[in-house]
């Protein structure tokens, strides 16, 4: 890791704080149920995924509800979410598991543990990848992990700070290890939304972009 790709992280940073603000998280959830949100957050947007998590709410009053609840009373209830048959009975295996193991379902002594030592409790568990730990880990807990969803990855390949070639999974500790952890909650976030208003997948708005001259794309469109 060069000094130099961690100086052009900071100095993204630091642009988009300039450009966007320090950004703020929904109300935080507890471990448990921002567990659950992600999971229902895969392959979907944050307007289907929040009202599946809402009509799961609803419909039954714990998370205990849930995991004992009927599969297809579950699928039926996240379908708004997609690929309800595969969510629904893998949050169901996941919220077994985690009883079976700690006797109930709340996730809060993860706050006590190492970084690392949470991320590979979560990560053990069928369906709760990298991305999902990491948000559970920085959002729920206030752990320093970067989780990096489509966006951040596309956009931290653009600007130069992974290699072209790293997959998703190879993100997420590189990406760590470029970034100083204070600013993973605030970094992650505004790459989303510059990702989302300005760095767009196919056609990427150079000219309107806070951080044009720190990106190898942007400096080849537009020049230095």
Not at 173 to 187: C, K, Q, W
């Amino acid at each position: 890791m060069t000094d130099d790709l961690k100086q052009r992280a900071l100095e993204v940073h630091k642009s988009l704080l300039a450009a966007f603000g320090e950004p703020v998280w929904r109300n935080p959830l507890p471990a448990i149920d921002e567990l659950v949100s992600t999971i229902l957050s895969q392959n979907t947007n944050d307007v289907n995924r929040d009202k599946a998590f809402d009509a799961l709410r609803s419909k039954f009053p714990t998370w205990e509800a849930v995991r004992d609840a009927p599969a297809q009373a579950v699928m039926d209830a996240i379908r708004v979410a997609g690929l309800a048959n595969q969510k629904g009975p893998r949050m169901q295996q996941v919220l077994r598991e985690i009883t079976t193991e700690r006797g109930s379902l709340d996730l809060s002594f993860l706050a006590d543990w190492e970084v690392e030592k949470a991320r590979a409790w979560l990560t053990k568990f069928n369906g709760v990848g990298p991305k999902t730990a990491a948000i559970v880990l920085c959002f729920a807990l206030g752990k320093p992990a970067f989780p990096v969803d489509t966006h951040v990855y596309r956009v931290s390949g653009r600007i130069g700070l992974r290699p072209e070639k790293m997959n998703v999974e190879q993100a997420h500790p590189h990406l760590e290890s470029v970034f100083p952890p204070e600013t993973y909650y605030a970094a992650h976030l505004n790459i989303i939304r510059l990702g989302r208003e300005i760095c767009h997948a196919r056609k990427p708005n150079c000219e309107s972009c806070p951080i044009c001259k720190l990106c190898d794309t942007g400096i080849a469109l537009v020049g230095d």
